[in-house]
Protein backbone atom coordinates (compact mmCIF):
# COMPACT_ATOMS: atom_id res chain seq x y z
CA UNK A 1 0.00 0.00 0.00
CA UNK A 2 1.30 3.48 -0.68
CA UNK A 3 1.52 5.57 1.98
CA UNK A 4 -0.94 8.50 1.25
CA UNK A 5 -3.51 5.89 1.53
CA UNK A 6 -1.59 4.25 4.81
CA UNK A 7 -2.22 7.79 6.15
CA UNK A 8 -5.60 8.29 5.24
CA UNK A 9 -6.69 5.15 7.44
CA UNK A 10 -4.60 6.57 10.57
CA UNK A 11 -5.40 8.88 12.76
CA UNK A 12 -2.97 7.89 15.83
CA UNK A 13 0.90 7.99 14.44
CA UNK A 14 3.87 6.40 16.93
CA UNK A 15 7.16 7.96 15.33
CA UNK A 16 10.21 5.16 17.02
CA UNK A 17 13.89 5.27 16.54
CA UNK A 18 16.46 3.29 17.31
CA UNK A 19 18.39 2.33 20.70
CA UNK A 20 20.98 5.11 21.84
CA UNK A 21 19.22 7.64 20.03
CA UNK A 22 22.00 10.28 17.91
CA UNK A 23 21.29 13.54 16.14
CA UNK A 24 19.45 12.04 13.19
CA UNK A 25 17.63 9.77 15.27
CA UNK A 26 16.39 12.40 17.30
CA UNK A 27 16.12 15.16 14.56
CA UNK A 28 14.62 13.22 11.70
CA UNK A 29 11.83 12.27 14.53
CA UNK A 30 11.17 15.48 15.69
CA UNK A 31 11.05 16.65 12.07
CA UNK A 32 8.30 14.37 11.30
CA UNK A 33 6.54 14.70 14.33
CA UNK A 34 6.37 18.41 13.96
CA UNK A 35 4.91 18.09 10.25
CA UNK A 36 2.63 15.13 11.06
CA UNK A 37 0.88 17.22 13.59
CA UNK A 38 0.72 20.30 11.44
CA UNK A 39 -1.31 17.60 9.27
CA UNK A 40 -3.49 17.48 12.03
CA UNK A 41 -2.39 13.83 13.49
CA UNK A 42 -2.24 12.57 17.10
CA UNK A 43 1.15 12.10 17.00
CA UNK A 44 4.33 10.69 19.90
CA UNK A 45 7.35 10.25 19.75
CA UNK A 46 9.18 6.64 21.38
CA UNK A 47 12.65 6.17 21.67
CA UNK A 48 13.90 2.44 23.55
CA UNK A 49 16.22 4.63 25.87
CA UNK A 50 17.80 8.19 26.88
CA UNK A 51 19.70 10.62 24.80
CA UNK A 52 22.64 12.71 25.58
CA UNK A 53 22.58 16.29 26.75
CA UNK A 54 23.52 17.86 23.45
CA UNK A 55 20.54 16.68 22.01
CA UNK A 56 18.10 18.25 24.60
CA UNK A 57 17.84 21.68 23.63
CA UNK A 58 15.87 20.84 20.42
CA UNK A 59 11.99 21.99 20.99
CA UNK A 60 9.34 19.15 20.75
CA UNK A 61 12.12 16.89 23.34
CA UNK A 62 9.39 17.11 25.87
CA UNK A 63 7.02 15.19 23.89
CA UNK A 64 9.72 12.19 23.42
CA UNK A 65 8.46 9.09 25.52
CA UNK A 66 11.90 7.06 26.70
CA UNK A 67 10.23 3.28 27.02
CA UNK A 68 13.17 2.71 29.82
CA UNK A 69 11.42 5.50 31.87
CA UNK A 70 7.76 5.08 30.20
CA UNK A 71 7.17 1.46 29.92
CA UNK A 72 3.52 1.43 30.20
CA UNK A 73 3.03 4.58 28.45
CA UNK A 74 4.71 3.27 25.66
CA UNK A 75 3.20 0.23 26.02
CA UNK A 76 -0.59 2.23 25.73
CA UNK A 77 0.42 4.55 22.80
CA UNK A 78 1.94 1.79 21.04
CA UNK A 79 -1.17 -0.39 21.24
CA UNK A 80 -3.19 2.20 20.35
CA UNK A 81 -1.39 3.48 17.17
CA UNK A 82 -2.87 2.72 13.61
CA UNK A 83 0.74 3.77 12.19
CA UNK A 84 3.86 3.06 13.18
CA UNK A 85 7.03 5.07 11.74
CA UNK A 86 10.59 3.13 12.12
CA UNK A 87 12.83 6.01 11.70
CA UNK A 88 16.82 5.15 11.12
CA UNK A 89 16.79 1.87 11.82
CA UNK A 90 15.91 -1.05 9.50
CA UNK A 91 15.73 -3.73 11.64
CA UNK A 92 13.46 -4.39 14.92
CA UNK A 93 16.67 -5.62 17.04
CA UNK A 94 17.74 -2.44 17.13
CA UNK A 95 14.32 -0.79 19.19
CA UNK A 96 15.26 -3.34 21.98
CA UNK A 97 12.03 -4.23 23.78
CA UNK A 98 9.68 -1.61 21.50
CA UNK A 99 10.74 -3.85 18.81
CA UNK A 100 8.59 -6.51 20.53
CA UNK A 101 6.31 -4.18 20.72
CA UNK A 102 5.69 -2.72 17.50
CA UNK A 103 5.62 -6.64 16.44
CA UNK A 104 3.07 -7.77 18.29
CA UNK A 105 0.85 -4.30 17.38
CA UNK A 106 -1.52 -4.40 14.00
CA UNK A 107 -0.78 -1.14 13.51
CA UNK A 108 0.51 -0.19 9.42
CA UNK A 109 4.29 0.03 9.59
CA UNK A 110 6.14 3.04 7.99
CA UNK A 111 10.01 2.35 7.71
CA UNK A 112 12.13 5.98 6.53
CA UNK A 113 16.04 4.72 6.48
CA UNK A 114 18.72 5.16 5.13
CA UNK A 115 21.05 1.68 6.22
CA UNK A 116 22.02 -1.15 4.71
CA UNK A 117 20.29 -4.64 4.31
CA UNK A 118 16.38 -3.35 5.42
CA UNK A 119 14.83 -6.30 7.41
CA UNK A 120 11.31 -6.85 6.20
CA UNK A 121 9.08 -5.75 8.49
CA UNK A 122 7.15 -2.81 6.85
CA UNK A 123 4.32 -2.58 5.08
CA UNK A 124 5.73 0.62 3.46
CA UNK A 125 9.37 1.51 3.08
CA UNK A 126 11.46 5.06 1.80
CA UNK A 127 15.13 2.70 2.41
CA UNK A 128 17.02 4.87 0.65
CA UNK A 129 21.22 3.77 1.44
CA UNK A 130 22.65 6.81 -0.59
CA UNK A 131 21.21 9.47 1.95
CA UNK A 132 23.18 10.67 4.31
CA UNK A 133 20.50 11.23 7.09
CA UNK A 134 16.88 9.63 7.55
CA UNK A 135 16.85 13.45 8.22
CA UNK A 136 17.25 14.36 4.40
CA UNK A 137 14.70 11.54 3.69
CA UNK A 138 11.95 13.33 6.14
CA UNK A 139 12.59 16.49 3.81
CA UNK A 140 12.16 14.33 0.74
CA UNK A 141 8.84 13.10 2.65
CA UNK A 142 7.25 16.68 3.06
CA UNK A 143 8.52 17.48 -0.30
CA UNK A 144 6.76 14.62 -2.14
CA UNK A 145 3.59 15.75 0.07
CA UNK A 146 4.47 19.23 -1.49
CA UNK A 147 4.59 20.94 2.26
CA UNK A 148 7.42 22.45 2.43
CA UNK A 149 5.96 25.20 3.15
CA UNK A 150 4.98 23.79 6.29
CA UNK A 151 8.46 23.58 7.70
CA UNK A 152 8.63 25.97 10.42
CA UNK A 153 11.70 26.73 12.79
CA UNK A 154 10.80 23.24 14.96
CA UNK A 155 10.95 21.06 11.11
CA UNK A 156 13.95 22.95 9.90
CA UNK A 157 16.30 22.18 13.10
CA UNK A 158 15.25 19.00 13.18
CA UNK A 159 16.18 18.16 9.77
CA UNK A 160 19.33 20.34 9.60
CA UNK A 161 20.49 18.57 13.08
CA UNK A 162 19.93 15.38 11.41
CA UNK A 163 22.03 15.91 8.31
CA UNK A 164 24.76 17.63 10.14
CA UNK A 165 25.46 15.18 12.70
CA UNK A 166 25.26 12.20 10.17
CA UNK A 167 27.33 13.47 7.76
CA UNK A 168 30.01 15.06 10.17
CA UNK A 169 29.01 18.50 9.13
CA UNK A 170 28.63 18.40 5.46
CA UNK A 171 32.39 16.59 4.86
CA UNK A 172 31.64 12.62 4.40
CA UNK A 173 31.11 11.51 0.92
CA UNK A 174 27.62 10.79 1.53
CA UNK A 175 26.86 14.36 1.09
CA UNK A 176 25.15 15.00 -2.26
CA UNK A 177 24.65 18.28 -3.88
CA UNK A 178 20.96 17.71 -2.55
CA UNK A 179 21.69 17.64 0.84
CA UNK A 180 23.36 21.13 0.30
CA UNK A 181 20.16 22.31 -1.31
CA UNK A 182 18.32 21.05 1.07
CA UNK A 183 20.30 23.40 4.27
CA UNK A 184 19.99 26.49 1.64
CA UNK A 185 16.52 25.83 1.56
CA UNK A 186 15.95 25.20 5.19
CA UNK A 187 18.37 28.72 5.57
CA UNK A 188 16.16 30.54 3.41
CA UNK A 189 12.77 29.55 5.65
CA UNK A 190 14.82 31.53 8.39
CA UNK A 191 17.15 28.35 10.12
CA UNK A 192 19.79 29.93 11.96
CA UNK A 193 21.99 27.32 11.36
CA UNK A 194 24.64 28.05 13.45
CA UNK A 195 22.61 27.89 16.50
CA UNK A 196 22.32 24.48 15.66
CA UNK A 197 26.18 24.09 15.26
CA UNK A 198 26.87 25.67 18.44
CA UNK A 199 23.85 23.91 20.32
CA UNK A 200 25.41 20.39 19.49
CA UNK A 201 29.07 21.08 19.74
CA UNK A 202 29.77 23.72 21.63
CA UNK A 203 28.84 22.17 24.59
CA UNK A 204 31.29 19.98 26.24
CA UNK A 205 31.97 19.87 29.82
CA UNK A 206 35.27 19.77 31.53
CA UNK A 207 35.33 16.07 32.39
CA UNK A 208 34.27 14.77 28.99
CA UNK A 209 37.37 17.10 27.34
CA UNK A 210 39.46 15.63 30.01
CA UNK A 211 38.29 11.80 29.00
CA UNK A 212 39.06 12.80 25.49
CA UNK A 213 42.19 13.99 26.18
CA UNK A 214 42.75 10.80 28.31
CA UNK A 215 41.41 8.62 25.55
CA UNK A 216 44.27 10.44 23.09
CA UNK A 217 46.78 10.30 24.91
CA UNK A 218 46.75 6.48 26.70
CA UNK A 219 44.27 4.73 24.92
CA UNK A 220 45.18 5.63 21.40
CA UNK A 221 47.17 3.14 19.55
CA UNK A 222 47.78 1.36 16.04
CA UNK A 223 47.91 -1.91 15.28
CA UNK A 224 50.87 -3.61 13.95
CA UNK A 225 51.20 -3.36 10.15
CA UNK A 226 47.77 -2.65 9.68
CA UNK A 227 45.97 0.80 8.50
CA UNK A 228 43.99 0.81 12.10
CA UNK A 229 43.72 2.31 14.82
CA UNK A 230 42.02 1.22 17.81
CA UNK A 231 40.85 3.67 21.26
CA UNK A 232 38.92 0.83 23.70
CA UNK A 233 37.64 2.29 27.38
CA UNK A 234 36.86 0.00 30.20
CA UNK A 235 33.72 1.23 32.49
CA UNK A 236 36.27 1.96 35.21
CA UNK A 237 37.95 4.38 33.50
CA UNK A 238 34.75 6.11 31.83
CA UNK A 239 33.67 6.06 35.53
CA UNK A 240 37.05 8.01 36.08
CA UNK A 241 36.08 11.02 34.47
CA UNK A 242 32.10 11.03 35.47
CA UNK A 243 30.89 9.11 32.09
CA UNK A 244 27.92 10.59 30.68
CA UNK A 245 25.74 9.46 27.86
CA UNK A 246 27.26 10.94 24.77
CA UNK A 247 31.17 11.92 26.04
CA UNK A 248 32.80 9.69 23.87
CA UNK A 249 30.26 10.52 20.93
CA UNK A 250 32.84 11.41 17.84
CA UNK A 251 35.70 10.13 19.56
CA UNK A 252 36.38 7.39 17.05
CA UNK A 253 36.85 9.88 14.44
CA UNK A 254 40.17 11.20 15.70
CA UNK A 255 40.68 7.56 15.28
CA UNK A 256 40.28 7.86 12.08
CA UNK A 257 42.11 11.08 11.00
CA UNK A 258 45.39 9.85 11.36
CA UNK A 259 47.82 10.09 8.49
CA UNK A 260 47.38 6.00 7.29
CA UNK A 261 44.68 5.15 8.89
CA UNK A 262 41.72 3.64 6.65
CA UNK A 263 39.74 1.78 9.55
CA UNK A 264 38.89 2.78 13.23
CA UNK A 265 37.60 1.30 16.15
CA UNK A 266 35.66 2.39 19.11
CA UNK A 267 35.77 -0.02 22.14
CA UNK A 268 33.67 0.50 25.06
CA UNK A 269 32.48 -1.16 28.27
CA UNK A 270 29.20 -0.92 29.17
CA UNK A 271 27.08 -2.54 31.86
CA UNK A 272 26.03 -5.87 30.31
CA UNK A 273 28.27 -5.63 27.17
CA UNK A 274 30.59 -4.19 24.77
CA UNK A 275 29.74 -1.86 22.45
CA UNK A 276 31.82 -0.92 19.42
CA UNK A 277 31.86 1.72 16.81
CA UNK A 278 33.69 1.66 13.32
CA UNK A 279 34.57 4.09 10.88
CA UNK A 280 36.47 3.50 8.00
CA UNK A 281 37.46 5.43 4.55
CA UNK A 282 37.60 3.71 1.07
CA UNK A 283 36.81 0.80 -0.11
CA UNK A 284 36.81 -1.33 3.54
CA UNK A 285 33.46 -1.98 4.92
CA UNK A 286 33.10 -1.84 8.45
CA UNK A 287 29.08 -2.76 8.03
CA UNK A 288 30.36 -6.15 6.35
CA UNK A 289 32.87 -6.67 9.53
CA UNK A 290 30.49 -5.79 11.90
CA UNK A 291 27.55 -7.95 10.62
CA UNK A 292 30.29 -10.36 10.01
CA UNK A 293 31.84 -10.43 13.59
CA UNK A 294 29.83 -8.36 16.37
CA UNK A 295 25.86 -8.75 15.64
CA UNK A 296 26.36 -5.22 14.21
CA UNK A 297 25.60 -3.33 10.70
CA UNK A 298 25.24 0.16 9.40
CA UNK A 299 26.75 1.83 6.46
CA UNK A 300 30.02 0.97 4.71
CA UNK A 301 32.03 3.80 6.10
CA UNK A 302 30.06 3.82 9.69
CA UNK A 303 28.82 0.54 11.26
CA UNK A 304 28.56 -0.46 15.27
CA UNK A 305 28.58 -3.78 16.95
CA UNK A 306 28.28 -5.55 20.30
CA UNK A 307 30.13 -7.88 21.76
CA UNK A 308 28.82 -10.26 25.07
CA UNK A 309 32.04 -11.37 26.47
CA UNK A 310 34.51 -9.45 28.91
CA UNK A 311 35.68 -6.37 27.14
CA UNK A 312 39.73 -7.45 27.61
CA UNK A 313 38.45 -10.25 24.88
CA UNK A 314 36.56 -8.41 23.07
CA UNK A 315 39.52 -6.11 22.46
CA UNK A 316 41.64 -9.25 21.88
CA UNK A 317 39.05 -10.54 19.20
CA UNK A 318 38.54 -7.51 17.59
CA UNK A 319 42.73 -7.15 16.89
CA UNK A 320 42.31 -11.02 15.70
CA UNK A 321 39.17 -10.44 13.32
CA UNK A 322 40.29 -7.27 11.94
CA UNK A 323 43.33 -9.37 10.81
CA UNK A 324 41.70 -11.59 9.40
CA UNK A 325 38.96 -9.45 7.53
CA UNK A 326 41.68 -7.18 6.01
CA UNK A 327 43.76 -9.89 4.40
P1 LIG B 1 27.80 4.70 15.99
O1 LIG B 1 29.16 4.15 15.89
O2 LIG B 1 27.77 6.17 15.73
O3 LIG B 1 27.07 4.29 17.24
O4 LIG B 1 26.97 4.03 14.82
C1 LIG B 1 27.39 4.09 13.48
C2 LIG B 1 26.31 3.52 12.59
O5 LIG B 1 26.17 2.12 12.82
C3 LIG B 1 24.94 4.12 12.86
O6 LIG B 1 24.32 4.33 11.62
C4 LIG B 1 24.22 3.09 13.67
O7 LIG B 1 22.86 3.09 13.42
C5 LIG B 1 24.88 1.78 13.25
N1 LIG B 1 25.03 0.89 14.41
C6 LIG B 1 25.65 1.16 15.58
N2 LIG B 1 25.61 0.11 16.43
C7 LIG B 1 24.92 -0.86 15.78
C8 LIG B 1 24.52 -2.20 16.14
O8 LIG B 1 24.79 -2.71 17.23
N3 LIG B 1 23.81 -2.89 15.20
C9 LIG B 1 23.49 -2.36 13.99
N4 LIG B 1 22.79 -3.09 13.12
N5 LIG B 1 23.85 -1.10 13.62
C10 LIG B 1 24.55 -0.36 14.50
MN1 LIG C 1 21.17 8.10 10.55
Not at 55 to 75: A, F, P, R, S
Not at 217 to 237: C, F, Q, Y
Not at 270 to 291: L, P, Q, T
Amino acid sequence: MNIEEILKRSKKIVITTHQSPDGDAIGSSLALFGYLVKKGFDVSVVVPDSFPKFLKWMEGTDNIHVYDYEQNVVEGLIFEADLIFSLDYNDLTRVGGVGVLIEKSTAYKAMIDHHLNPAAFADWMCSDTSSCSTAQLVYNFIEDFNDLDLIDNQIAEGIYCGIMTDSGSFRFPSVQAKTHLIAADLINRGLNHARVHELVHDVNTLPKLHLLGFALNEKLRVLPKLPVAVIAISSEELSRFSYKKGDTEGLVNYALSLEGVEMAAFIKEDDNKVKMSFRSKGDISVNEFSSQYFSGGGHKNAAGGVSFTSFEETVKLFESKIVEFLK
